[in-house]
């Protein structure tokens, strides 16, 4: 699938090199076919690393995407140059007028604050709102899932004992959902994370459905009644090393961090991880594009959705 990205976003040279079409907007314009917009909130600190991720999870399909980057204007991100921001993201501001097929929020590693006491808790509000009436369907990552499901239907989440740290099996509730087509019955998902959302806080809610569980990691996937949004709680889209990477850094800083569990082979850090989760990513990104965005969005999305 040719993903269209601005010219020169760093994600372009690593993405062609792994044989990704990228399209870049120069040659777009001389194709007369409606592509999908997809917007991205990117609430990571690392958003390179992020958009590189998110980008590859889109690309196997042969749709054409339109992507557009977004950040909070209420907080700016101290690790990602102020040039990369200026360059390839637009701000809430920009893109309140429009509408797109799919929006997808990432995730931030926020999650041991209140909501309320995120920075840009105000903004991402407005913006939650916002997908209701200008994104046909809406993808939410992790903390992301967390923020959204306590936003729309009141769903809390809980501190953890110990950070929910490595690669976790799963099995599908719903496995004859057009999410999970190809599927295997069992998948492994990679978690980070410090709080969690419950079985029984999310059954309360008529409009919600559990799609995948993990017996360590738990819930895993929901999807609101109409499909019009996705709530998943782990990072899918996280290449082999990202994982490694954010233990090493805790060691640096003299955390004494817990081994990512279900990761270092023989649980040996020296030892190269072996990502036994990107088909399934693959398939979540791709069955989430066809089923509930392409084949069900309008082709004039200049009115509201």
């Known amino acids: ?82 040039e990369h921001l200026l360059t390839f993201y637009k701000t809430f501001d920009d893109i309140r007028d429009t509408n797109f097929d799919g929006f997808i929020i ?22 939650m709102e916002w997908t209701k009436t200008h994104s046909h369907s809406t993808f939410h990552i992790c903390w992301g899932a967390q923020a959204a499901l306590y936003y729309h239907y009141g769903v809390p989440k809980y501190a953890l004992d110990s950070k929910m740290f490595g690669v976790f099996k799963h099995t599908m509730l719903t496995p004859k ?20 959302v419950r079985t029984e806080d999310i059954e309360k809610i008529p409009q919600l459905k559990i799609m995948a569980m993990s017996e360590e990691a738990g819930v895993y996937a929901v999807c609101s009644e109409d499909s019009k949004q996705f709530f998943i709680t782990g990072h899918s889209e996280y290449d082999a090393e990202t994982l490694a990477s954010e233990y090493f850094r805790d060691v640096d800083r003299g955390l004494s961090p817990n081994l990512p569990i279900n990761y270092f082979p023989d649980d040996d850090p020296s030892k190269a991880p072996v990502m036994k989760w990107r088909s399934h990513a693959t398939l979540l990104y791709t069955n989430w594009l066809n089923y509930f965005v392409y084949q069900t969005t309008p082709f004039d999305i200049s009115t509201k959705i």
């Open 106 to 127: 990432t995730g931030a590693p926020v999650e041991q604050m209140k909501f309320e006491d995120v920075e840009y808790w105000d903004e991402l509000c407005q913006i």
């Open 1 to 82: 699938m040719p993903v269209k990205i601005a010219d020169g976003l760093p994600a372009q040279t690593i993405l062609e090199d792994e044989h990704i079409f990228i399209m870049t907007e120069l040659r777009a314009l001389h194709q007369d076919i409606r592509p999908l917009k997809i917007g991205i909130l990117n609430l990571m600190p690392t958003k390179i690393a992020t958009e590189t991720q998110i980008l590859r999870c889109l690309s196997n399909t042969p749709l054409q995407i339109e992507i557009t980057l977004v950040q909070t204007s209420t907080y700016t991100s101290k690790n990602t140059s102020s």
């Open 177 to 196: 959902s057009r999410l999970f087509r190809g599927f295997d019955t069992e998948f492994y998902v990679p978690h980070s994370r410090h709080t969690e």
